[in-house]
């Protein structure tokens, strides 16, 4: 088919790699070496063409030739271009001799943009950018919103557990036995404590009751054993030692009654192994 015969059908009845913009027309055609939809630069309406793609920073030339029309797979030949510019347009030279010269022109000038869009690459990739990320409303809000949530509950949380460990320590529950047993040891070490200060205050009461105690029956030991001594002396004496021993039995029977009183003030401790609780007795 003639290649005035494609144009015709391609720019007056359709074509799928047009795009009509309100500055101009434009080809989409990955061949096309300028991007413009007109009669030289369109690779579908001229048998004889070439032009210049990249390939992951590889630069490759493609030539088309009425010869292989006919060979869809084989149409377009491709050449590797080096990355040395200078190189690439000897290439170029070489291979495209004989080619219409406005179509070479316009392979280099395409050639030189796609280095210079490739240098630019390279110092960007080089260069520290900050990366904008886009974050969704609803989502930010909602975060916010359980953020607020989360420390409402902390609060409220805190404030149950002091209330708790005041109630525990008053003994409104009695005996828990599901306590978590971090706060149960701070508890008994609390009163621990507690004990420890009202330990050292009853045994120096208990020292001083002993005390008196133990030198009141030293003092009837002695105060009695005065009359039994005297077993050599005359009746006389004894007859006069006899309202002094009587006196002496009776203030002896009220010491040993007093004695009998201070030693009930003792006061005795028993701790219980499960609870480890303190209980005073008094004996």
Known sequence: MSDDVIWHCIRHNHCSFMAKITTGIFCRNPYNATGICNRSSCPLANSRYATIRDHDGIFYL?????????????????????????KAMEVINKHL?????????KIKQRLTKMTQYRIRMRKLQLKVREKVMTVPRKAAQRHLRRMDKAEKAAQLEKNIESELKERLKKGVYGDIYNYPFKEFDTILEMEKDDLATEEEEEEEVEEYVEGDAMDDIEDM???EGLPDGDDGDSDEDDLSDEPVAKKSKGTGSDLRSNIGKKSKKIITEVEDEDTGIKRRTRM
């Open 97 to 105: 001799e004989f080619w219409p010269k406005l179509l070479v022109h």
């Open 62 to 86: 493609y030539m088309k030739t009425a010869e292989r029309a006919h060979l869809p797979n084989k149409l377009w030949e491709r050449v590797k271009l080096p990355r040395n510019y200078e």
């Open 221 to 223: 030991e002695d105060f």
